[in-house]
């Protein structure tokens, strides 16, 4: 290759080699976008909470009304509905509302029991699921108040949904959700301090402090994705599994559901999600020598019922990895791996404590050389039956 000056003089240039492509410059130089989406989650947050949460004043008007309803029924398809049982936690929790959470496929065939006092969310990413589109007509056309929790601006469910809160989480390409997800566990939180304020649970001030919290929230997750690599460090430890399980109790049971699918989902290792106690029932004639179990244990209530699930399944050989935070850490002799988060309010543990099950699952599909992006039988939005 010549080039040449203006005076066109042959001049020598140092060459560079580029190693990207189209693909990869989309990717900003990860190497999948699942990847760079896990990245992105800290601005799409600090982005969305800005526009949500920018003065107390615009918080209330941006949320809807809620001080009619005596029950909430969320039904949704997939990790949007494991929003949904992350929604149910903290709003039976907090705000004392009965939640009922439901899949949208048996919700729009089955007998459901609500009245004018019932509001009915729908979560999706796409807006265009076909169950949980037709879940929302069904309460529509029974009446009932329907609002949508929706990533996809101007898609089915937002627009037919009598009302929308969109959490702007901007184009997710991987199958696999992650940055919706967190966006729609976020919305939740939001929603909570809406019906805990109707409900005069907190008080202005107390609200107040609850915004300003949140809006730290990007910090936290910030700081926890900057954990990766002793994330891939345990991902090494496990990928060559036949099958691993997550137990956790109340809050901490939601988030295994979401990392044992998203494990499942991108790497095909049979995986499982139980609640902490439930396993002695039945499962645990499962756990053999070194049949891995992932622990979630950041409920500070349930946390010494949790340990003792966990020296259960230690006395059948099990390896335990354990995601907890620093104010229940300790020195646990029953512990192969350990990821500890970071030391903050109860509140915002479940927008922390999914991050660490997102990156392993990516770095044990990528172990196992797995079409990330494009798991296999699975298309990003299930707009069929
Ligand atoms: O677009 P939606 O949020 O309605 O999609 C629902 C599920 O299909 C979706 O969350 C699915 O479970 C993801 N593949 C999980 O990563």
């Known amino acids: 290759m010549y080039i040449y000056n203006k005076d066109m003089k042959s001049v020598e240039k140092e060459q560079l080699v580029v190693n990207w492509n189209a693909d990869r410059a989309e990717k900003n130089g990860y190497d999948h976008f699942m990847l760079k989406e896990i990245h992105e989650e800290k601005d799409v947050l600090r982005r969305t909470l800005g526009e949500y949460v920018e003065s107390v004043k615009t918080f209330l008007n941006k949320m809807p009304d809620m ?10 398809c997939g990790s949007a509905m494991h929003t949904g049982m992350i929604a149910k936690a903290i709003f039976e929790s907090y705000a004392e509302v009965e939640t009922v959470v439901e899949i949208a496929s048996e919700y729009r065939y089955k007998k459901v029991f609500y009245d004018e006092r019932t509001l009915v969310i729908v979560v999706s990413q796409s807006g265009e699921t076909a169950d949980t589109i037709a879940s929302l007509r069904k309460a529509k056309e029974d009446g009932i108040d329907t609002l949508a929790i929706v990533n996809v601006v101007s898609s089915t469910i937002a627009r ?5 809160l969109y959490i702007r989480a901007g184009v997710e390409v991987a199958v696999a959700t992650t940055k919706a997800y967190l ?8 929603l909570n301090l809406k019906l805990m304020y109707e409900r005069h649970k907190i008080t ?3 609200l107040s402090e609850f915004l300003k919290l949140l809006k730290k929230s990007p910090d936290y997750v910030e700081k926890v994705i900057a954990g990766e690599k002793d994330y891939f460090a345990i991902a090494e430890k496990i990928y060559n599994d036949q099958n691993i399980f997550f137990i956790g109790r109340g809050i901490d049971y939601a988030m295994c559901l979401e990392g044992s699918l998203k494990l499942k989902e991108i790497s095909y290792i049979h995986s499982e999600a139980y609640q902490a106690g439930e396993l002695k029932h039945g499962t645990i004639s499962l756990i053999e020598n070194h049949t891995k179990v992932i622990v979630l244990m950041t409920d500070r209530d349930l946390s010494l019922k949790t340990i003792s699930n966990i020296k259960e399944v230690k006395a059948r050989g099990a390896d335990i990895v354990l995601i907890t935070r620093q104010e229940l850490d300790s020195d646990y002799d029953f ?6 988060l970071p030391k903050t309010d109860d509140y915002l543990m479940p927008l922390l404590a999914i991050i660490p099950l997102q990156l392993i699952a990516y770095q044990v599909a990528k172990l196992r050389d797995c079409d990330i992006d494009k798991p296999r039988n699975l298309a990003k939005s299930v707009t069929v039956e």
Do not use: T
């Not at 037919?160 to 929308?164: G, R």
């Not at 966006?183 to 939001?190: E, G, I």
């Open 183 to 190: 966006l729609q566990v976020a919305m939740f939180l939001l």
């Open 67 to 76: 001080s009619k309803y005596d029950k909430i029924h969320i039904v949704a």
């Open 204 to 206: 202005s001030q107390k």
């Open 335 to 340: 512990v192969s791996e350990k990821v500890v």
């Open 160 to 164: 037919e949904a009598d009302n929308v």
